[in-house]
């Protein structure tokens, strides 16, 4: 693939002085007698013409004959053939017309340029022009560089045709069209401008466009929310420039998983209810707490066990539940029993963190945070995980083993043990053979001895399993009786990146590098379900509270949430929002809003009946927020990152946002806010600082910073005390 | 242009013998090999991510090589970061190498077993307690901070955040109108009135009883705290202020729906400045020795805050003590200062902390004591301070006397027993205890001298 040669411009190029009319005769001789008889020929024709009065004739011959030059090859005057630089004269004409616009259109129309500079970037490496390549990517590449980071650190290396289908982003830009909205007349002044400068670029663009994307046009006056004109005013001064909810490579209906071109609007219908309970355990649990309630009578002004546990079944909406029939789970133990009646009694006495309207005015609710900091890892940790009864806690190294202590300084007893040696603090899971990414404590939740001794078959609440995902591309399932393996779960092609446990046990749950997620449960060796679509590694994993829905997070080219249903194994919704790597997941205990944080420092809230954005949020330093959880109310929610810091969100949407109705997402809380104060000269100022710091979103209720401990999970206890482990890192 | 240098291409074409490599598949071979590496790079990334890593470790590198199907580099893995070292090849050409230690075998097998690691091990702290972060060591002081963005600024922030870890500016200071509700603001502005309202006895009364029933305070604690840190700072020649925020303290301690643990910091520095501060009141207006009272007071707050909230902060109390010690043994502070001190650390420390801190200390104290007592215009202060002394070795002998170590005899009388006391307590405090002649108290002193 050589590059085509230069154009020849020693031919006249207007239409105006062509035709050969003017050109001397002479001058072409040395081309040869042919040339010259040929050029005669036209003025022999032309005469010709002109006498019979056939001028419309003539024009057209006059016209068409400026295009050859002197030798009669054709003059290489179309745009398409000015090798690369072609592409950066359209980029360069979009670009300025873009910034030169109307205001109302320039939010939306900016989007479409990263697309097209990616595939301009692609064309050019494909093409073969990799000089022209480099000067095109140095050249436009500053305005992307806040939101793209990561997909221009993918990009820059590309130089070769080939690499274009070698490389993850390269292959994602090319296979997929890259799904824009617009506001119809936005789209129409897009197009009437790329068919009016047809000739200088505008063509390109507009085949781009055909080729690569997906553009949809919507009328502003009926879209409202995002697209409204109150959005677009607000977003004026601060430079929010954040993607469109259905903007991206797997573009969609916002939030519907369902990526065809004309699917249907409206969204499947999910069962975000809790799991009912088996009919047996009911009654079970039923009779427990009537003779919890006639042995310890409750307090004054303290429910008894008994309303408490019918006022929950009461409150629970009947219609979207999920069934208990498409969910086999194993029948019910004592076990089952005596953790359901402790979810109830917990439920009673709790400290609640009740919602906005319960709190007096403006302050948070005061969370408690317990750190634990793990000394002398040299950075070997990878995770960490703490059992739901707090009484253990595991880290995964990087060295391939897992390690378990206890919380409250009890020996990790077994039954094997040797008589007469103690047993030890704390236990070694060896077996995997590669570094260890994710552990997951099967479910357990802490019964307090003291007030359960009138019942002498109090059945041990601890938990009993652990399942870890490693580079070995292997998950492990051990006993924490025997503190052994019992079984190696093979299926995934790439390290495991997370595992997780289903809320009820039984099921748990992979995310891998080969960019499926598979569903197992803990008596097959073989994966029930798997979960493909990611364009990119499957990175995060998270249940559903009641077990009938998987949450996947993706990053690289990616960056969407998925949302899996467990018995037909379909994705259900999927959010496109994060500019990041997504790097944690968690769903909210009521059921009905799911947090993903992404190593650029942003929280992003989603409502998941709707399957819309509500909010997002911002304030820990870049390096990924490693851990999220939400208090029981599902008030609150508590990250902590690699800033090391811990911090409480609130969840609710902003008040006064919504009173202006700018938008359901109230995205971009600080730079908005900046922009709503804006106008003096204060508010310059605040935004030139603002780029270099890290904007603090006002959602955020408070922050613990750690002592140079970057802080890998954080985790929120029936009682609704955070725990935090990180490790301490001089 | 490529950051791959095509030389390097050739290079290893000759090393596998390939002599004549066309310019242009080096140059493509050059571009290749430069979009390998950061293929791989992207793949090493992941990995540490996932190690919730911010650094990349050759560890990462192998990994990533591992998923790209790729044979592994080895002999690279290493904990310690690499380190480069510089050669000069040519002018402006500089070479970078991996410096790589050349180790002696007969050395490396004769030397001793490097040290092992120390154990992997975790302990537990409180990050934060009912949404505020207690001082203890283990959490960074507020210097650790500065640098980092914590609170949300601009309109919309929470500023009642601000005001509680102490960034309460200024200019930030307005915005608390939006936060508290009008009633509350109403509240706090009558109260603050009523207090300093040197005037009306029974309108301050009252804002005082509010104070110390009223449940729904919690809110104004910072700025009740605020208010007191500013009115004694700035009204330290003003008896009456300092006694009536002394008084706001007491009251708020007493509110038995405040919790105020995560506030103790914040209050300490204020009681302290009333109980050893140099020149309290003005001696014109109030008298000479009215500041005693105002002292008094401030030791027995300080006492019922350390016994109170000492069991939740274990240096809370040592903290106190040693600041309290610095400012005794400061011979050029005023005897107020002393007399505080003397005060604050017989009643935190207790027996035990007068044994230990003040008698040891009385005889190089006797010296300044005696010039004090000559001075026309110091006596009384200086009296003041031997009776505070008393005070405490009283603490000492009522101690003595309940754990009942007091042996009965062997102890010398009359001029001896004076010149023992005096060369241990000092003469002024020597001959004080010898007068009184009581003797548990003699014995339990010397008691005391004996264990010293």
């Given amino acids: 693939m050589a590059q085509p040669p230069p154009p020849q411009r020693t031919g006249s190029v207007g239409p105006a002085s062509a035709g050969g009319m003017g050109a001397p005769q002479s001058a072409n001789t040395p081309g040869g007698q042919g040339q010259g008889g040929q050029q005669n020929l036209n003025q022999i024709v032309l005469e010709y013409l002109s006498k019979k009065g056939y001028s419309r004739t003539e024009a057209m011959l006059r016209r068409e004959s400026a295009h050859t030059d002197a030798n009669g090859q054709p003059i290489l005057t179309r745009f398409d053939d000015i090798g690369g630089r072609k592409y950066t004269k359209a980029f360069t004409l979009v670009q300025n017309w873009i910034d030169n616009i109307l205001d109302i259109y320039k939010p939306e129309l900016r989007r479409v340029l990263w697309p097209i500079f990616v595939h301009f970037f692609l064309g050019l490496i494909a093409d073969f022009f990799p000089r022209d390549a480099e000067d095109f990517f140095q050249t436009f590449k500053g305005p992307f560089e806040n939101e793209h980071e990561d997909d221009l650190r993918a990009l820059a290396p590309l130089n070769l045709p080939e690499h274009v289908q070698q490389s993850e982003i390269g292959k994602l830009y090319r296979d997929n069209r890259y799904r824009i909205t617009l506001s119809s007349m936005a789209y129409m002044t897009l197009m009437q401008f790329l068919e009016s400068h047809d000739r200088e670029g505008g063509s390109l663009i507009t085949t781009t466009l055909n080729t690569h994307f997906d553009l949809r046009s919507v009328d502003r006056a009926n879209a409202g929310g995002a697209r409204g004109l109150a959005k677009l005013l607000a977003d004026r001064n601060g430079d929010a420039d954040e993607p469109a909810e259905d903007e991206g490579i797997p573009g969609h209906n916002a939030g519907s998983a369902n990526l065809d071109r004309n699917a249907p609007t409206v969204l499947s219908k999910l069962s975000l209810g809790p799991m009912p309970m088996e009919s047996d355990l009911m009654e079970d649990v039923k009779a427990e707490l009537q003779d919890l309630d006639a042995s310890n009578p409750p307090k004054a002004g303290q429910n008894s066990l008994m309303d408490e546990f019918e006022e929950r079944i009461k409150r629970e909406p009947m219609d979207d539940v999920p069934s208990r029939d498409t969910l086999p789970f194993p029948p019910s133990t004592a076990r089952d029993v005596a953790m359901e009646v402790q979810k109830v009694k917990e439920n009673r006495d709790r400290f609640r963190i009740e919602g906005r309207d319960g709190r007096s005015g403006g302050i948070g609710p005061g969370v408690s945070v317990t750190m634990f900091t793990f000394h002398n890892t040299f950075d070997t940790v990878n995770c960490i995980e703490f059992s739901g009864d707090n009484s253990l806690v595991a880290i995964g190294t990087a060295e391939s083993y897992i390690r378990v202590w206890s919380l409250d300084n009890q020996p990790l007893v077994t039954a094997s043990d040797p008589a007469g040696t103690p047993p030890p603090a704390s236990r070694r899971l060896i077996g995997h053979s590669g570094a260890v990414y994710a552990i997951s404590f099967s479910p357990s939740i802490a019964i307090p001895t003291n007030d359960h001794a009138d019942s002498p078959t109090s059945p041990d609440s601890r938990p009993r399993y652990l399942v870890s995902g490693s580079a070995d591309k292997s998950i492990r399932l051990w006993s924490l009786d025997t503190w052994t393996n019992l079984v190696v779960y093979n299926g995934h092609q790439s390290p495991v990146w997370d595992v997780r446990f289903c809320p009820h046990g039984h099921y748990f749950a992979s995310a891998s590098a080969d960019r499926t997620a598979m569903l197992w449960s803990t008596p097959h060796i073989a994966p029930l379900r798997i979960f493909a679509g990611h364009d990119s590694d499957a990175e995060a994993l998270a249940w559903h509270p009641n077990g009938a829905y998987v949450f996947t997070a993706s990053g690289g080219g990616d960056k969407t949430v998925r949302m899996w249903e467990i018995v037909r194994g379909s994705a259900v919704r999927l959010f496109t929002g994060h500019t990041g790597n997504v790097t944690a997941l968690a769903c909210s205990p009521s059921g009905h809003f799911l947090a993903s944080a992404d190593d650029r420092g942003e929280i992003i809230l989603w409502n998941l009946p709707t399957g819309r954005l509500q909010k997002r949020m911002r304030g820990h330093g870049r390096g990924g927020i490693w851990s999220l959880d939400w208090c029981v109310e599902s008030t609150l929610l508590v990250s902590g990152g690699a800033d090391g810091t811990v911090r409480v969100w609130d969840v609710q949407s902003n008040k006064e946002t919504q009173g202006k109705a700018i938008s359901e997402g109230g995205a971009g809380g600080a730079a908005k806010m900046d922009g709503a104060s804006g106008g003096g000269a204060s508010s310059g100022v605040a935004k030139s600082k603002a780029k270099k710091d890290v904007v603090v979103s006002p959602d955020q209720i408070s922050a613990f910073p750690t002592k140079k401990s970057p802080v890998y999970k954080v985790r929120f206890t029936q009682m609704n005390l955070v725990v935090a482990g990180g490790a301490y890192l001089p | ?452």
């Avoid at chain 2, 592994?72 to 500089?94: N, W």
């Fill in chain 2, 1 to 452: 242009m490529s950051v791959w240098n095509s030389e390097n291409v050739i290079d290893v074409a000759e090393s596998i013998g390939i002599t004549q490599l066309n310019r242009d598949a080096v140059d493509h071979l050059a571009r290749d090999v430069e979009f390998r590496i950061s293929q791989v790079l992207e793949e090493a990334l992941k990995f540490m991510r996932h190690g919730k890593r911010t650094t990349l470790t050759t560890q990462d590198v192998s990994q990533a090589l591992r998923l790209l199907e790729v044979e592994p580099l080895y002999g690279y893995e290493s904990t310690r970061p690499l380190r480069f070292g510089e050669a000069s090849i040519g002018p402006g050409q500089p070479l970078f190498y991996v410096e790589d230690e050349e180790m002696d075998f007969e050395k490396l097998i004769n030397a001793p077993l490097p040290k092992v690691p120390r154990e992997m091990s975790f302990t537990a702290h409180w990050l934060a307690v009912e949404g505020v972060q207690p001082s203890i060591p283990q959490n960074p002081t507020q210097a650790d901070q500065r640098n980092q963005e914590l609170a949300a600024k601009g309109p919309g922030a929470n500023p009642h955040l601000a005001a509680v870890s102490g960034n309460d500016n200024v200019s930030v200071k307005p915005l608390v109108k939006h936060v508290l509700s009008k009633e509350l603001q109403l509240y706090f502005e009558r109260i603050c009135g009523a207090i300093l309202d040197e005037t009306n006895d029974e309108y301050r009364s009252a804002a005082f009883a509010s104070l110390k029933t009223d449940p729904g305070l919690h809110q104004l604690v910072p700025y009740f705290i605020q208010f007191v840190a500013d009115k004694v700072t700035h009204s330290l020649k003003n008896m009456f202020v300092l006694t009536q925020s002394m008084l706001v303290i007491a009251a708020l301690l007493e509110n038995a729906s405040l919790y105020l643990a995560p506030y103790v910091p914040s209050i300490i520095p204020s009681v302290l400045t009333c109980l050893v501060g140099k020149h309290l009141g003005s001696a014109s207006q109030d008298g000479p020795t009215t500041h005693f009272a105002l002292r008094d007071y401030a030791a027995s707050l300080l006492s019922s805050i350390t016994r109170k909230y000492g069991p939740s902060s274990s240096t809370l109390k040592p903290r106190i003590a040693r600041s309290c010690l610095k400012s005794f043994l400061d011979s050029h502070k005023p005897f107020g200062t002393h007399y505080g001190s003397i005060l604050a650390l017989t009643m935190i420390a207790g027996p035990e902390g007068v044994r230990s801190l003040i008698v040891p200390n009385l005889l190089p104290y006797d010296a300044h004591l005696q010039r004090g007592l000559k001075d026309d215009g110091k006596r009384e202060q200086a009296e003041y301070v031997v009776n505070a002394i008393m005070r405490a070795l009283e603490t000492v002998e009522k101690d003595a006397a309940e754990t009942g170590a007091l042996q009965q005899n062997g102890y010398p009388e009359g001029e001896v027993l004076k010149e023992r006391l005096e060369t241990m307590l000092g003469e002024v405090i020597g001959t004080k205890v010898y007068e009184i002649g009581r003797q548990s108290l003699t014995k339990a002193l010397l008691e005391t001298a004996a264990d010293i």
